[in-house]
Nanobody, 115 residues
Framework: QVQVKESGGGLVQPGGSLRLSCEASGVIGSVDAMTWFRQAPGNKRELVAWTNRDEASLVKDSVKGRFFISRGVAENKVLLRMGRLEPVDTAIYYC?????????WGQGTQVTVSS
């Protein structure tokens, strides 16, 4: 059973930084892709950043230059480094992991940007 766990969220002032971490356990074989989504109150869930086993990656246009996705040192781990945070970045951030044809989700981690 694949389990996905996010960590690193919290309250930060505008202009601050956070690093989110996502780790998948129970994986048999290789992870195909790991993706960060976010969902703000009243909004649809949106893709923030994505990376695959070949280390290709993409980042949502509105966060380019502020958010960076990278694979962690440990296998099946992905980091999302967020800088120059703005109140509009406030949301629950979810990680999804695609492996063996299935997609698995974590419970999410709250990021609040407020003074």
């Amino acid at each position: 059973q694949v389990q996905v766990k996010e960590s690193g969220g919290g309250l930060v002032q505008p202009g601050g930084s956070l690093r989110l971490s996502c780790e998948a356990s129970g994986v048999i074989g290789s992870v195909d892709a790991m993706t960060w989504f976010r969902q703000a109150p009243g909004n649809k869930r949106e893709l923030v950043a994505w990376t695959n086993r070949d280390e290709a990656s993409l980042v949502k246009d509105s966060v380019k230059g502020r958010f960076f996705i990278s694979r962690g040192v440990a296998e099946n781990k992905v980091l999302l480094r967020m800088g120059r945070l703005e109140p509009v970045d406030t949301a629950i951030y979810y990680c999804s992991v695609t492996v063996g044809g299935g997609t698995y989700w974590g419970q999410g981690t709250q990021v609040t940007v407020s003074s």
